[in-house]
């Protein structure tokens, strides 16, 4: 089902009329903003990603606060003492906004901003900002205005508070505001319901768009899936020759796309998916589940990782793209681990990561480093699927014969009186179709069937 670009919501929350990425953040962002950032972890003081996160949204970061508890407070994220210092911090600095490195609840985030007297923005809020600025497609707008609608439908009693009446409940307390909210919590969900319905059709449509590919074509899938600015779109330029936008900022590329790689006579087609980052609230990933589904459905995660970055940062940066792959249902197909940017790290480091992940390839997709490696390692893990067969096709097929270069990609082939003795490997799960040419019967599968 067709999406339009002028399908966009046109009801008011709060005064102001919303489009699919709504003023919710925007309306905060001034001329020059200056932030403050806080977090609250168990141990260190590590807000590396969150910087990334304003840096990709034009914010500058002025100074940062971090409280060691267990767990934030539930009232206000930090501790009484720590949110006076944080108020302090930020008149000295000049910070024009708060940014917390965790999800507010929507009382913490109303008492941080009266005890502040500023605007507090936490880290959904914040990505939601950066994919509204991002998403091109017409699908990648509705899921980013799945997501907003979903994060903002328990945030929406503060902006009617100045209709509220004063009262303790019963009769006669009732007030304008709390019809307001209620109005508008039922308009939200009635869009929420309608785009996740539309979000329903893309995905069927895909699947059948898919299945009619398989059909005719059966070229093999592969995915490129990692953290953020790990270098997925230079990947795929390098293998595919493609001109991706890439650029030194997270979630540049949250649309997903596709490219043909042609390597060897055989062709396979590459997709680069959104990025991953750690602490991905999971509102977000069902939001983008069918973005997300083309990681699920491929033959072959390739899972790139910035090998330049240090020991610490790398160990987490895999396990929370390995939590969403789980969450995602893409752990089944085969992955391969890719290490970019090695020409960014000395080959001690290198010889290092060569003993750490010894089935890894490492490659630098920017200077062209490993790229054939990298082809022939993809060849590789699909010649390892793939079923030798023997055919004599009658002249008349020659469509099969069409078919089956683009599924083998180079083949032997014999010109005979009856028809063409054609030798080639196949996928063992399509090898069936040939059945009724073929001169020699089907062995056995005794490798597990990969």
């Given amino acids: 089902m067709p999406i339009s670009d002028d399908d966009q919501p046109q009801y008011s929350v709060g005064g102001f009329e919303t489009t699919h990425a709504t003023d919710f953040d925007q309306q905060r962002k001034a001329a020059e903003q ?17 910087r990334e996160l304003l840096r990709t949204a034009g914010v500058e970061v002025v100074e ?21 210092e944080l108020k302090k911090l930020c008149g000295e600095v000049g910070a024009t906004m708060v940014v917390t490195d965790d999800e507010l609840s929507p009382r913490q985030e109303r008492n941080i901003e009266g005890a502040l007297e500023m605007p507090v923005l936490d880290r959904t809020a914040l990505i939601l900002d950066i994919f509204a600025v991002h998403a091109n497609s017409s699908e990648g707008k509705l899921q980013v205005e799945l997501a907003q609608l979903q994060y903002n439908l328990a945030r929406m009693r503060g902006l009617w508070t100045h209709l509220d009446r004063l009262g303790v409940g019963g009769v006669g307390t009732r007030g304008p505001g709390e019809t ?34 398989a059909r005719s074509s059966h070229i093999p899938n592969v995915a490129l899936a990692g953290y953020t600015n790990a270098g997925k779109s230079t990947v795929l330029n390098a293998l595919t020759g493609a001109t991706v936008g890439v650029q030194d900022r997270l979630f ?21 998916t959104v990025g991953f980052i750690r602490k991905l609230p999971h509102h977000l990933v069902e939001a983008f589940g069918a973005t997300l589904e083309e990681t699920v459905i491929a033959d072959l995660v390739l ?38 940017k090695i020409d960014l790290i000395d080959q001690d480091r290198r010889d290092e990561l060569w003993a750490r992940f010894p089935d890894a390839v490492q490659i630098a997709a920017g200077a062209g480093e490993g790229i054939g490696t990298l082809a022939g390692r993809i060849e590789d893990e699909f010649e390892a699927t793939l079923q030798p067969i023997e055919l ?15 599924l083998a990609g180079d083949l032997e082939q014999e010109h005979r009186a009856d028809g063409v003795l054609v030798r080639a490997r196949v996928p063992r799960a399509l090898a069936g179709k040939y059945d009724r040419f073929r001169l020699q019967p089907l062995a056995p599968s005794t490798d597990g069937d990969r």
């Fill in 34 to 50: 200056r932030a403050v950032i806080v977090g609250v972890l168990e141990t260190g003081d590590d807000l590396s990603e969150l």
């Fill in 64 to 84: 940062q606060l971090v409280q060691h508890l267990d767990q934030p407070h539930p009232n206000t994220y930090v501790g009484e003492g720590k949110l006076q």
């Fill in 180 to 213: 307001q909210i209620e109005t508008d919590r039922r308009l939200a969900r009635d869009r929420i319901t309608k785009l996740r319905r539309r979000l329903e059709d893309v995905k069927g449509t895909r699947r059948v768009m898919r299945a009619e590919r």
């Fill in 252 to 272: 540049h590329t949250l649309d997903p796309t596709t490219r043909e790689l042609r390597w060897n006579g055989r062709t396979y087609l590459m997709t680069d």
């Fill in 303 to 340: 899972h790139v990782v910035d090998a330049s970055a240090p020991d610490d940062q790398m160990a987490a940066v895999m396990v929370a793209v390995n939590d969403v792959l789980k969450d995602i249902g893409a752990t089944d197909n085969v992955h391969v681990l890719v290490l970019n």
């Fill in 392 to 406: 004599l096709l009658p002249y008349a097929e020659g469509q099969l014969l069409n078919e089956l270069h683009k």
